[in-house]
């Protein structure tokens, strides 16, 4: 065993026995390749990142395709033994043709994403002990590498983390026989309420398919996400009882949560637009009294919706400035690497961290509601 690949391994195990790791990040070089364009930020845990896709098949029928089964792509980001193996490709180029026509950017070459750099390594060797879990849902009509930043920050730190593409509800999601499928949901009037509960759906049919075939903690699962992806949390925690925590980054609430949700760990984090004095402030009020556990309400000063995704760093890196944002886009991204980090840590390893107790005074963006 190499001197590389012991030192990943031994991190790995202190981490599955419980003891906490402060080393700093891998020296493995970041990913790279011929023609890359601007990269993620690096992730700052201690361990190389691994990624595995997975296409699921469910007997259910799709939502939104009327006469097919639901079928899903799925992105495994996982502690790793060695950085070895291609570097993950973040989106193909015919996806981010799609992606970015979705979102209205012009200007931009059309396989832009194509080019962003990440730090996992397909395929790459996996600890097989047990892991924390965490379940990531994007915002609607955002493919799971949307949230690719946050996902390499917790495999970083240990945790299994489950990224779901929600098919036809996204611009552009790839098939393995090559298909493309694009949102179909985007066409008519959206009931967010459903959408979240054919999400929570999702979420649960990926985590029985999954547990046999990945370190899945059964006693350690989290689950949230962007927009959509946030939404959908409480109904999952109210649905499935494997599921200790959630977490909504600048999603709104369809309805109030409900059943065992109430009693679980949330996490409530945004824009100012979700701050008591925001537009859609009254709404989060209603959904934070609703909540009878654990809870903190944030709100980060400068940020915009977008800014809790990959496209905040990915925008500053291509000097896009995003409308109604003053917070720069790498910033933004370590604030919610930071703070998602630190709710699953305490409540899926039980590790305090004092900045979900009281203003940080190293983030003064953000603010407790």
């Not at 990040?25 to 361990?47: D, E, H």
């Not at 990440?118 to 924390?132: C, N």
């Not at 066409?187 to 759906?201: E, H, I, N, P, T």
Request: proline share 9%; hydrophobic share 45%; net charge negative.
């Amino acid at each position: 065993m190499g001197i590389t690949r012991f030192l990943a391994f031994a991190a790995i195990l202190a981490v599955a026995l419980g003891v906490v790791v402060t080393a700093p990040a891998s020296a493995a070089p970041a990913t790279s390749g011929p023609g890359l364009g601007a990269a993620l930020p690096a992730p700052t845990g201690p361990f190389p990142v691994g990624v595995q896709e997975f296409h699921l098949i469910d007997d259910r029928p799709d939502p939104w395709v009327p006469g097919r089964d639901r079928e899903l792509m799925v992105s495994a980001w996982y502690p790793a033994l060695a950085p070895i193996g291609r570097p993950d490709l973040y989106a193909t180029p015919e996806e981010s043709a799609l992606i970015l026509a979705s979102l209205g950017l012009e200007g931009f070459a059309p396989d832009s994403l194509s080019k962003i750099r990440t730090h996992a390594y397909v395929d790459a060797p996996r600890w097989g002990h047990p892991l924390p879990t965490v379940v990531l849902s994007p915002g609607f009509t955002m493919p799971r590498a949307s949230l690719t930043g946050l996902a390499e920050e917790l495999a970083a730190r240990g945790y299994l983390v489950l990224g779901i593409d929600h098919t036809y509800e996204v611009s552009a999601v790839t098939f393995p026989d090559g298909r493309i499928t694009e949102c179909e949901a985007c066409v008519g009037r959206l009931d967010a309420a459903g959408v979240a509960r054919g999400r929570a759906q999702d979420v649960s049919f990926v985590l029985d398919e999954l547990a046999g075939r990945l370190p899945i903690d059964p006693s350690r699962i989290a689950m949230g996400g962007h927009s959509a992806g946030g939404f959908t949390a409480p109904y999952a925690l109210a649905e499935d009882g494997r599921i200790r925590a959630g977490f909504n980054l600048d999603g709104t609430f369809p309805a109030a949560p409900y059943g065992r949700a109430v009693d679980r760990p949330f996490l409530m984090m945004g824009a100012p637009g979700h701050a008591p004095d925001g537009k859609s402030g009254a709404e989060w009020d209603t959904a934070f009294d609703a909540f009878h556990g654990w809870k903190r309400w944030l709100s980060v000063a400068g940020t915009s919706h977008s800014s809790f995704t990959d496209y905040a760093p990915i925008a500053a890196a291509l000097g896009y400035q995003v409308p109604a944002t003053a917070i720069d886009g790498n910033r933004a991204m370590d604030l919610t690497r930071r703070y998602v980090t630190a709710f699953v840590d305490f409540h899926l390893r039980g590790i305090a961290h004092p900045i979900l107790d009281a203003p940080d005074p190293a983030s003064p963006e953000v603010r407790f509601h």
